[in-house]
């Protein structure tokens, strides 16, 4: 984790944000901070705040487009408490991607490069084993060819 702050922007449509209801989600949005490092900004943004809040939660992050929850309570304490809840969730399915994706690329490149290299000379023959995939390579070999 880095040890940069995490910058949290509070926009009110059609009602002002108090310090109080800011520094409760200041709080409360830290919690989001443990799961990615790569949160570089976070937006509130509360219509209505003072009665019926209709809440939205944006997360910028380094890369990759920006998590979005949204949701409304009878209050904006309780509104923020639901979104930061339902943002941990997204953040954590979001790194299990993440993490996942890197473990499976790189056992399958592994696999085709062990495969490649067990025949002769690691080139598949001319009629080629009807079961076995193209590699990216040898696709844009083929068409660049014509």
């Not at 880095?2 to 310090?19: C, L, M, P, Q, W």
């Not at 009665?51 to 990759?64: A, D, T």
Request: glycine share 8%; no cysteine.
């Amino acid at each position: 984790m880095t040890s940069e702050a995490v910058t949290i922007e509070f926009k009110g449509r059609h009602d002002h944000i108090t310090e109080r209801m800011q520094s409760h989600a200041a709080r409360k949005l830290s919690r989001l901070a443990h799961y990615s490092d790569r949160i570089t900004r976070i937006e509130v943004v509360a219509d209505h705040a003072h009665e019926s809040p209709e809440v939205e939660l944006i997360v910028h992050q380094r890369r990759g487009r920006p998590m979005v929850a949204r949701d409304r309570a009878r209050s904006f304490s309780s509104t923020i408490d639901l979104l930061v809840d339902k943002m941990e969730a997204q953040l954590r399915k979001d790194k299990e991607k993440r993490k996942d994706g890197r473990g499976a690329a790189a056992k399958g490149a592994a696999a085709k490069g062990a495969a490649g290299r067990s025949r002769a000379g690691g080139r598949r023959a001319k009629g080629g084993d009807a079961t076995e995939e193209e590699t990216y390579e040898e696709v844009v070999r083929k068409n660049l060819r014509g």
